[in-house]
């Protein structure tokens, strides 16, 4: 099975992001909160679906963030077809200090695939 990470897979509107982030956290981790929609999704359910809040606040540097999406976004792909149809969406709530972008991924990719595997219940 090939991991891909098509447009189905992402959300796209505000409102999707709203309606996950006023909804149920269903994980918390160092870096990390994933917040879900309360009830199920009203469009047909195509597997879960991402979406990433990453604040420039919290991320100063480009750089620093677009990395974090990079890894957020392929420990997802590589996971969806293990995930619950329903809406993620990762949002960073602790400031990111700063460090060498190796150890930068190996702490977020640490932190993201245990929120993963805490979404599957």
């Not at 999707?16 to 199920?40: D, I, M, Q």
């Not at 195509?46 to 420990?75: C, E, H, Q, W």
């Amino acid at each position: 099975m090939r991991a891909s990470f098509p447009p189905a897979a992402r959300l796209h509107r505000p409102s999707e992001f709203a309606s996950a982030l006023k909804g149920k956290h269903l994980a918390k981790g160092e870096l990390f909160v994933v917040s879900t929609p309360r009830g199920p999704r009203r469009e047909e359910p195509s597997g879960a679906r991402l979406g990433l809040v990453i604040a420039k606040r919290m991320a100063p540097l480009a750089v620093t963030r677009n990395t974090i999406k990079r890894v957020i976004r392929d420990a997802f792909r590589q996971r969806r077809h293990e995930l619950p149809s329903r809406d993620l969406v990762f949002r960073l709530h602790k400031r990111i200090e700063p460090c060498s972008l190796r150890e930068l991924k190996k702490r977020v990719r640490i932190d993201v695939e245990a929120l993963l595997e805490k979404s599957l219940r």
